[in-house]
């Protein structure tokens, strides 16, 4: 490195630059703060309405932002303060510090899709210590660590229906891969893990072969990479299963833009907007999903109803969730939502998500 | 000549005095005005939950800013900090879920992978001559590979649930961690070597110069050699520490930590030129930035804003010092130009 | 004397033999050897790697990265260094969706200009800084990454921009070959023979040899300094802007975490094609193929179906072999100036 040349009086006022700056920036972001504290109304304990807190596995994601409007819905119908905390990325060591945030404020209800169903715990049972009820979504958590799961389809669904799909579009027999999203995503293995299952004991699909799972974690460009991986290592791949929007989105990207277009199939859990053009060139037939916003609308409800103490999160609990109904709670502390919905070309058109 | 007739002569500042007014001491000054504006202004930050949550997640980068000065400081960098950390975390995990060890013997051997990634740096940027920059870019890929090829996608997560309540634990009711006692001790240990010791005083004599350093008897190649191993021994016990403390072993624990780390000694007032800084310093550019980041979120600043302040900071407090010398240069220069033509205008000659 | 004119230790031979070791002996053929072995010892494994969508995979694959690659090539060689391109080049991206958002009609290659002019003003301002203020660019491209990440952030939101959104055409850039070669790897290898020649061949190009050589010699040399790194910076800035756009057209959506970690992968295939990071040696065109290596170490582990868990590793292991090279490499030559200038007295 080169000799010292600074002058010495350089770091006397790069010093106080430095603690004016964070001065600076410390007063306008709390003013700016304490002023929209005005606005927002009181929260938490202070005799005003209750909050809950919205904890999606990451912020900047279509899917997330479908469920978490519906979850803002919901929270408005209960009247409760919401917000959203979320890392920018996938991980749950990304999301601890938003938990840790949540119960300071005293929220009463956190709201969490994990990323990891154990790296979280012990945050949450600090939460929980401090008096929030804690409500898993989309993705669990450990059951030890939350009051009930929201589970937006039955998981058994949500995996026959894709294997349905993908063996009408390759004819019964074939080679078949999984494009997943993180290795640790507690639905994704839980899907996977009844595919096998259905793939082993069901004799209607004898003659199709799992040959591969490979893990995109949810980032665009990984998912790609990994989607020529498996055609260029499985030649004889007949078809892609993705059961996460941002695999299927990159695969049918990779797809429609090569020379595997319309032969290898496609299928998988999508958002009609993301795979509109897709559907309509032909690289996709037809994909599943559900309604997300009705996963963040009922998450609220029940939230509300852990704090009123209508339920505990135990088997055969049952509690009002405003336009669906009456929920049930079934085994394990888990409530379903709703059947899934496939979508195709006749109908792709009619849904705006 | 000038510099006697433009300024006068200073004083040297002597015991607490020099203390207070020092470049670190604005440091603190600053963490300090941070805390109790947002103690005011912030909701909900004022409580012992803070002090818990707040050291918790600022622990690591604390940990490894510590050889990371020393580092600095003796003019090289060490960017593989991040993935030795997630090396021994893979290392850790895969031994507690097939070795069948105590969880003893499972970290002792795992901070050891630290030792070993350490030495290789250290071999490498000393025995080999190579530039420390280059090294570490390849070493910081070489060893989160590993942590891959070791663990792959999976996690492992049923480490003791005593040991993950213990490193959450805190001291009675004040909030601090009970972990923070070995973080302390940890800290006075390199602010003894920095400060106190004639292998410390050595680091800012290579940061200067190699050269000079050689020549007044330090031995370069040894001293760099044991700070890399000392980098790599931190590193990996927060390895150890993030393991425990998310209750999940896995490769990706600790990515991106490298620059956090970086950033935060940066601006705590190591130069980046080497032979500057301190470990009061260091601990205080640590906690401004972690308390700062902390205030900001509680009080709803979004996480882009929060990124934008980090980066600022950083440009700021090296750039601020170059355009203070500069003014300072140019009014030193019109202060001489002002004299230089007082003594020749009654026709004194200058020599 | 001789340092800052450039380094060939023995007078220019024309006889063919010594033109025939210099070439061996030039930086890049260790790396395009490695890439050469690499192409051979996967095909045999796996005869599929050379069929034609798996070539234009890789051709595709490594565009944007050799782009990237050029551009940082060029500051790294004045001994400075970019962290930020990752998150330029996720500006320009995101700009890019933008822009066909919201004036759709705007003809293509305006696009393209746009990306560079707004890549080219992103890298101006690392290059003011790091000349203005006179620190080690490590550290303000640090803060840069940070800034115009923060920055792209919030300006996209959870917002993205899908190949959908985009006209087809544009998209059609990354699929339409021209004889086998896909139309954006065009554009790649005419910008590395276009910066190549100009480093080798143009005054102002040599003269960033210099700098990262000995920026204190270049200085007392009459070369302004300042100028040339701001360009260097400016030049990588365009370049990174390029990239960005070519990766909307490439990739299936463009969002807030477009570009994270690009960095420290383009820096590795730079190092790999022997640019030293201490400035002042390499070329454009071996960082090039230092790009394509890597890329293609990706694409041959899989195609091998080697645990792709070994790529980080070989990727690092690669990295620290060009470094030792170049340590050696550098030592003969500075052995042999020795050797010469002693033989000269």
């Not at chain 2, 425990?244 to 190591?270: C, K």
């Not at chain 3, 790194?229 to 756009?245: I, K, P, Q």
């Not at chain 3, 022997?274 to 193929?289: L, M």
Request: with cysteine.
């Amino acid at each position: 490195m080169e000799l010292f040349s600074h002058t010495h009086s350089g770091k006397r006022s790069r010093r106080a630059a430095l603690a004016a700056a964070a001065l600076a920036v410390t007063l306008v972001a709390t003013g700016c703060s304490a002023g929209g504290d005005e606005e927002g109304g009181d929260s938490g304990g202070e005799g005003g309405s209750s909050t809950i807190a919205f904890l999606p596995k990451q912020l900047n994601n279509p899917y997330t932002d479908v469920v978490l409007g519906g979850g803002e819905n919901g929270a408005e119908e209960i009247g409760y303060d919401s917000q959203v905390l979320g890392p920018l990325e996938a991980s749950a060591s990304a999301q601890i510090p938003f938990i840790e945030q949540a119960t300071q404020e005293q929220t009463n209800v956190i709201v969490i899709a994990a990323n990891d169903p154990d790296a979280v715990g012990p945050s949450l049972q600090a939460a929980r210590e401090a008096g929030a009820k804690i409500v898993a979504f989309d993705s669990d958590t450990n059951p030890d660590y939350r009051d009930i799961f929201i589970s937006q389809v039955v998981a058994k669904d949500v995996a026959l229906i894709q294997l349905e799909i993908i063996s009408e579009q390759i004819g019964g027999e074939g080679d078949i891969a999984i494009l997943s999203a993180t290795a640790t995503a507690t639905n994704q293995n839980e899907w996977i893990k009844f595919m096998e299952e259905e793939l082993d004991s069901n004799p209607d699909y004898a003659n199709i072969n799992l040959v591969a799972k490979v893990y995109g974690d949810d980032d665009a460009d990984k998912s790609f990479q990994e989607t020529q991986g498996l055609l260029s290592s499985y030649p004889d791949l007949k078809g892609i299963i993705s059961p996460t929007t941002v695999g299927i989105a990159a695969a049918a990207k990779y797809l429609s833009t090569s020379d595997y277009k319309g032969k290898v199939a496609l299928t998988g859990l999508g958002l009609p907007n993301e795979m509109r053009s897709f559907v309509k060139d032909g690289t996709v037939t037809e994909f599943a999903l559900w309604d997300p916003a009705q996963l963040g609308y009922v998450a609220a409800f029940a939230g509300k109803a852990l704090v009123d103490g209508d339920i505990t999160g135990e088997e055969g609990d049952t509690f009002d969730a405003g336009e669906m109904g009456e929920i049930e709670v079934g085994e394990n502390g888990v409530a379903i939502v709703g059947p899934p919905t496939r979508f195709n070309a006749d109908n792709i058109d009619d849904y705006d998500f | 000549m000038s510099e006697t007739v433009t300024s006068a002569a200073l004083k040297p500042r002597s015991g607490w005095t020099k203390r207070l007014t020092s470049n670190d001491a604005i440091i603190w000054y600053a963490l300090i005005i941070v805390v109790i504006v947002a103690s005011f202004t912030v909701r909900y930050f004022a409580s012992s939950l803070t002090v818990g949550f707040l050291l918790i997640q600022i622990i690591p980068i604390l940990l490894i800013a510590m050889p990371m000065a020393l580092v600095i400081i003796s003019s090289e960098i060490d960017l593989s900090v991040a993935s030795i950390a997630g090396l021994t975390s893979a290392v850790m995990g895969v031994l507690w879920r097939d070795s069948g060890w105590d969880i003893g013997m499972v970290i002792f051997v795992s901070v050891l992978v630290g030792v070993v990634c350490g030495a290789f740096n250290g071999f490498l940027i000393t025995t080999l001559g190579l530039p420390s920059l280059a090294v570490t870019i390849g070493t910081l890929a070489l060893f989160r590979g590993l942590a891959l090829v070791v663990i792959g996608d999976q996690k492992v997560a049923n480490f003791p649930k005593e040991l993950n309540t213990f490193v959450l634990s805190k001291i009675g009711s004040t909030g601090i961690p009970v972990v923070m006692i070995f973080v302390l001790i940890i800290i006075a240990i390199f602010a003894v070597i920095l400060h106190f010791t004639p292998f410390g005083r050595g680091l800012y004599a290579l940061g200067f110069s190699k050269e000079a350093a050689s020549f007044v008897g330090i031995h370069v190649g040894r001293s760099k050699f044991w700070l890399f191993v000392g980098t790599g021994v931190v590193s990996s016990i927060v390895g150890v520490f993030l393991t425990l403390r998310l209750a999940s072993a896995g490769p990706d624990n600790g990515t991106g930590m490298e620059l956090s780390v970086i950033a935060a000694v940066l601006l705590g007032g190591v130069s980046i030129f080497g032979g500057k800084g301190s470990i009061p310093g260091v601990v205080g550019g640590v906690l401004l930035i972690g308390t700062l980041t902390y205030a900001l979120r509680l009080a709803k600043v979004p996480e882009t804003a929060l990124i934008i302040v980090t980066g600022s900071l950083l440009v700021i407090s090296v750039v601020a010092p170059s355009i203070a010398a500069w003014a300072n240069e140019k009014i030193r220069l019109s202060r001489v130009r002002k004299v230089v033509r007082g003594q020749t205008a009654p026709g004194t000659t200058t020599a | 004397m001789s340092a800052a004119r450039g380094i060939r230790p023995t007078a220019p031979s024309s006889t063919g033999l010594s033109a025939i070791g210099s070439f061996f002996r030039a930086r890049e053929i260790p790396v395009a050897g490695a890439l050469v072995a690499l192409i051979i010892v996967t095909t045999l494994v796996n005869p599929r790697f050379l069929s034609p969508q798996s070539v234009k995979d890789l051709m595709l694959n490594a565009t944007i990265v050799i782009i990237l690659a050029v551009g940082q090539a060029l500051v790294i060689i004045t001994r400075n260094v970019d962290l930020s391109i990752g998150s330029i080049l996720g500006l320009v991206a995101f700009g890019t969706g933008t822009l066909f958002d919201v004036a759709p009609g705007l003809p293509i290659p305006l696009v393209f200009l746009a990306g560079m002019v707004f890549g080219a003003a992103l890298g101006a301002i690392n290059g003011a800084l790091v000349t203005a203020a006179k620190v080690p660019a490590l550290v303000i491209t640090l803060g840069t990454m940070y800034i115009f990440r923060g920055v792209l952030t919030s300006w996209a939101g959870s917002k993205q921009y899908f190949s959908g959104d985009n006209p087809p055409e544009f998209g059609a850039l990354s699929v339409d070959t021209f004889f086998g070669v896909p139309i954006i790897t065009l554009v790649a290898l005419v910008v590395v023979i276009a910066v190549g020649v100009f480093m080798h061949a143009v005054r102002s190009g040599r003269d960033l040899y210099a700098i990262g050589s000995d920026p204190d010699a270049a200085r007392l040399f009459g070369i302004s300094v300042s100028k040339r790194v701001l360009a260097a910076f400016v030049a990588s800035g365009a370049l990174t802007g390029l990239a960005g756009v070519l990766y909307t057209s490439r990739y299936n959506s463009v969002g807030a975490l477009t570009g994270t970690g690009l960095e420290l992968d383009v820096v590795a295939a730079v190092v790999v094609g022997g640019v030293a990071i201490s400035g002042g040696t390499g070329t454009v065109v071996g960082a090039a193929i230092g790009a394509i290596l890597l890329s293609t170490i990706t694409s041959s582990l899989t195609a091998t179906r080697v645990d792709k868990f070994w790529q980080q590793a070989i990727v690092g292991v690669l990295i620290l072999s060009a470094i030792i090279i170049d340590r050696i490499v550098s030592a003969r030559t500075a052995r042999k100036l020795r050797v010469n200038e002693a033989r000269d007295v």
